[in-house]
């Protein structure tokens, strides 16, 4: 595994593979790495012949800058995983590679009404940073495969919306939300997790998969007022959203047609940790 600090030194090594015709994929990761992240890794290895996972917590990302400082760091162990994985290159930028410019940007990414919805009206901007820092992830490694996982669904579609505005050659392979074995999605944020609220936190998937299965038999509103008790009784403190949406576009639907795809996504804070997921209703 090699391991590269700058951009320079990453974009010669990869020119060098790419002229070998290899294959390049790419896993942009914070840190604190699981198995979830680990599963991206593995599909990329699978497609491609050379894979690149980075390791960059981005600070222009975090709306709460409690929650940036807050960011588990686990480096040591993340490296070892990595390796363990068979990770080929590991991207370690520094904030000022990333950002030589200063982290305060006039650029502004138009990706519509996603901006504005769900993740982005309880995390204002939070989008725009992800747009930045990807944008120039994806100039630097300019990878054939990019793997993100589903777990960040409206993320995936504001990824797709920047690599069709920005004509970039790479394609999204978007993997599975991988849970641990009682259905929690897998999260860096689960380390924060004090043991009481790691066992309630698993309320927020009951109540995504309660409202994925009694879809055909009740009104969604009530559905969705249930679910939101699920989360709640279980000791969340607050629910920013639960939602059902055209799987497609994320637009928020009055009920099932039993035909459109849905997605059924919800965010919530157990003892101060703010957790996302989704359950997707094919
Ligand atoms: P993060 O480090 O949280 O920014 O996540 C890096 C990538 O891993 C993103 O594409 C996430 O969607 C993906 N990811 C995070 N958790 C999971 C999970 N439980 N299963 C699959 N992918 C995940």
Known sequence: MIL?????????????????GQSVGFVPTMGALHQ??????QQSRMECGVTVCSIFVNPTQFNDPGDFEKYPVTIENDLFLLEKQGTDIVFLPSVAEMYPEGLHSTIH???????????????????????RVLHKFLNMVNPHIMFMGRKDYQQCMVVKKLIELYNIPTLLSIVDTLREPDGLAMSSRNMRLQTDDRQKALAIYKALSYIKDNITNSPLPQLLQEAGSIILQAGFEKIDYIQVCNADTLQPVA????ITPLVA??????????????????
Do not use: M, T, W
Request: hydrophobic share 40%; with cysteine.
């Open 4 to 20: 590269f600090k700058e951009a320079k030194d990453l974009k010669k090594h990869l020119e060098k593979c790419k002229a070998q």
């Open 36 to 41: 979830g992240h680990l599963a991206l890794v």
């Open 109 to 131: 990414y138009d990706i519509g009404y996603l901006e504005n919805i769900l993740e982005g009206y309880y995390r204002p901007g939070h989008f725009q940073g992800v747009c």
């Open 255 to 258: 009920a099932s047609d039993g």
């Open 265 to 282: 996504l919800a965010a919530a804070f157990i003892g101060g940790v703010r957790l996302i997921d989704n359950v997707l209703i094919d």
